[in-house]
């Protein structure tokens, strides 16, 4: 088994198999025309940004008008155009706002007739200053619980760009065991459709949901956003050509049709440039400079360049018995790539130009956690004694997973906890590592995916720390996934006690993390709601750390 949330949940019966699919969900009844799914802008540049929105209500193709000034009365535009749009798109409109100044805010909308969207806020990137303040999100699982870390981005007093690093949807559906639906059917968050999506019209029906959410809609309102894909847009694990989550023998059909309709759908209701001609859909890799302060550099690590990912149940076992060295083996192989030659090769380009450029700080956006994360040591955590009961009392699925742990993880040289993770491509890591040297960049990693908050210092083999990494945790996604059966571990503490390059991790709370960036640090702070099935919810600040900008490099990651 891959220790990830999804493959557990499998092992206790906790997530149901994928139902039997229909190819797209009931039409609504005619509506009123309106913009029902809010404003959104995205991928800024010094004198453009990309502007979305959505109009509802109607059959056939319409011309939406769309408007940029400098204040809500709009009395002088600086910018204005129109867009048709039609159900070959889903009615989204989407246009690229040029003309605008550097470092300046504005604000836009659109008018169809009589019909005025609400007011978004947007900003386009410095060609010079002193500081960037960046909330980065990942994993909002709908049916799980309230947006209330959107909500909570939206109130923030200073917010350059929202980056969104992945898992904005999921695919699964709304069955008595699908993910997240025990909150689900309590909070009246039932995904549309709800069956698993594969089709076009599946994948539009679930963003369009997500788009309906008011948090949601409030946080696109008040800042342009970068984001990029993970895995449950298209589907669960998938790497270049196959998904852990897609059987064409379930009625789920060809996965690179399915891919296709996914990215399709993301490409028409999320706020993101669309790919250069000659370029395939997937390669979303770009960057964003703010000025002489920090490039944002996005990367993909789902459907590029991943190679399969590696599986302790289907290849640690030869003949039945484990092979511990043979599976090291394979995990290390130089063959293995989550970014491939072609990203590779443009990482490197645009880590060497922002350098030379002058720019303090490269920010490297993977969706995957990139830090050495060996598995907790099970046996010390919970005792041997301890274990032995566990193994006599748990249900098979857990036992199984349990045992499985203490095998792989409570060993002299641990096996790494998350196979989709970094962890599972070292050899990859360690060519991008030696990228960032090469370049000689100050780069600080965000990186989603694992519902946990991560502060961590990345070393190369050898070694050298050659980054930091802020990890962000989940807006709704679960989090403490083991607790349920496993409530003594504990297992973000058990996982920072068992690697050097953790120097915290929190898998306890949603939120998001707030990163500021200066010519002097780094401040990247763990922004945490106190719950999420109640619109009424506090933020606060869990732990704040520091990694100073040196000569070459940053220093360490330090809480204060």
């Known amino acids: 088994m891959a220790f990830n949330r999804r493959r557990a949940l499998l092992g206790l019966g906790i997530v149901a198999a994928s139902p039997a699919l229909g190819a797209s969900a009931v039409a609504p009844p005619p509506q009123i025309q309106r913009f029902g799914h809010g404003v959104a802008s995205g991928d800024p540049l010094t004198d453009r940004v990309i502007l979305w929105t959505r109009i509802s209500g109607v059959q056939a193709a319409v011309t939406v008008a769309w408007q940029v000034a400098r204040d809500d009365s709009f009395t002088a535009l600086v910018a204005q155009g129109s867009f048709t749009t039609g159900p070959e798109r889903d009615y989204t409109v989407k246009v690229d706002a040029t003309g605008l100044e550097a470092g300046t805010d504005y604000v836009y909308r659109f008018i169809a007739g009589d019909v005025t969207s609400p007011i978004g806020r947007t900003r386009t990137l410095p060609r010079t200053t002193d500081k960037v303040v960046l909330a980065v999100a990942s994993c909002s699982l709908h049916p799980n619980g309230f947006f209330n870390a959107y909500r909570a981005i939206a109130d923030l ?259 790494p906890f998350n196979l989709d993770a970094w962890d599972g491509y070292p050899a990859e890591r360690e060519r991008l590592y030696d990228l960032i040297k090469t370049a000689g960049a100050r780069t600080v990693v965000v990186s989603g995916d694992s519902h946990a908050a991560w502060a961590n210092q990345l070393h190369d083999a050898a070694g050298q720390q050659v980054a930091v990494e802020m990890g962000v945790t989940s807006i709704t996604s679960p ?75 940053v220093g360490p990651l330090s809480e204060t």
């Open 157 to 415: 007093e200073r917010v350059d760009a929202v980056v969104h690093l992945g898992d904005y949807i999921y695919e699964y559906g709304a069955g008595l065991t699908d993910y997240g639906m025990g909150n689900g059917r309590m909070l009246n968050r039932t995904p549309q459709p709800p069956h698993e999506i594969v089709s076009l019209a599946d994948y539009r029906t679930r963003h369009a949901q997500y788009k309906a959410d008011p948090d949601l809609q409030a946080a696109h309102a008040r800042a342009p956003w970068i984001c990029v894909y993970d895995d449950h847009e298209i589907m669960n694990d998938c790497w270049t050509s196959g998904a852990e989550n897609h059987d064409p023998d379930e009625g789920e059909g060809d996965f690179l049709v399915r891919k296709a309709v996914a990215l399709k759908a993301y490409g028409e209701w999320m706020p993101i440039r669309e790919a250069s001609p000659g370029r395939l859909a997937e390669s979303i890799y770009r960057s964003f400079r703010f000025g002489d302060m920090a490039e944002l550099i996005m990367t993909e690590t789902r459907l590029v360049g991943r190679t399969k990912q590696l599986d302790y149940e289907a290849d640690l076992f030869i003949d039945g018995v484990p092979a511990f060295d043979a599976m090291r083996a394979k995990i290390n192989a130089p063959a293995r790539e989550i970014l491939g030659a072609d990203q590779r090769a443009w990482l490197g380009d645009t880590l060497k130009a922002s350098v030379q450029a002058g720019v303090r700080w490269q920010v490297l956006g993977s969706q995957v956690v990139m830090t050495r994360t060996a598995g907790p040591d099970v046996v010390t955590a919970l005792g041997a004694e301890n274990i032995a009961r566990l193994m006599g009392v748990l249900p098979d699925g857990p036992k199984r997973i349990l045992g499985a742990m203490a095998g792989l993880f409570s060993r002299p040289d641990p096996f």
């Open 479 to 553: 989090t403490r996934w083991l607790d349920s059966w496993l409530p003594d571990l504990h297992l973000a503490e058990a996982l920072a006690a068992r690697n050097e390059e953790i120097i915290a991790s929190d898998d306890g709370h949603n939120g998001f993390v707030r990163l500021t960036l200066t010519g002097e640090k780094m401040t990247g702070e763990w922004m945490a709601v106190d719950t999420i099935t109640s619109h009424d919810f506090k933020l606060s600040v869990r732990k704040t750390f520091e990694a100073r900008a040196v000569e070459t490099g």
